[in-house]
């Protein structure tokens, strides 16, 4: 159980990161406005930045969104059934995610060994290194695995925190 709070302190730990890169995106967008339309200088790196912020908070932020339940459901026979029916289906839903984001995160942990050993850069006029961009899909990836799989442990534990509910 030490192990399991420790992940869930971490995801929002991610999760905070998470809400600063956003915020630092907007940031980011509201220079980039300022600049095109009082100075009439648009900035050509801005939209990028942005969009590579929202994109780390998207993966980093995902496993804290489930951990606190921000996800939105759709359950119209979910919430119909009760006890132990609801908490089958459930485990089929995160079952079914965990299958889902295994693939998205083999696959972006390819794309990331790909991009170290072929050096490959984002395109756009702020050519980072793709490692990065892929090395933080896979972590956000492997972050929400572990996170599927304890919303589950929580689910037949009896919490009523997060996913779980």
């Known amino acids: ?47 990028y930045i942005a969009a ?16 606190a339940g921000g996800h939105v459901y759709v359950e119209l026979l979910v919430d119909r059934l009760g006890g132990l029916a609801q908490k089958i289906m459930r485990t089929i839903g995160f079952a079914f995610s965990i299958v889902f984001v295994f693939f998205l995160c083999r696959a972006c942990f390819q794309f990331a060994g790909d991009a ?29 695995i572990i996170s599927l799989v304890i919303a589950i442990i929580d689910l037949w534990m009896g919490k009523k925190e997060g996913a779980g509910k």
């Open 116 to 144: 170290l050993a072929n050096g490959w850069r984002a395109q756009g006029n702020l050519p980072i290194p793709s490692v990065i961009l892929y090395g933080v899909m896979t972590f956000g990836a492997a972050m929400l």
């Open 52 to 67: 590579f912020l929202v994109l780390g908070a998207a993966f980093l932020g995902t496993a804290y969104a489930l951990q």
């Open 1 to 47: 159980m030490k192990v399991i709070n420790a992940i869930k302190h971490f995801n929002r730990i991610l999760g905070y990161i998470a809400g600063a890169l956003v915020f630092i995106a907007a940031c980011v967008m509201l220079y980039d406005v300022f600049c095109r339309y009082a100075l009439n200088s648009p900035s050509l790196y801005a939209p």
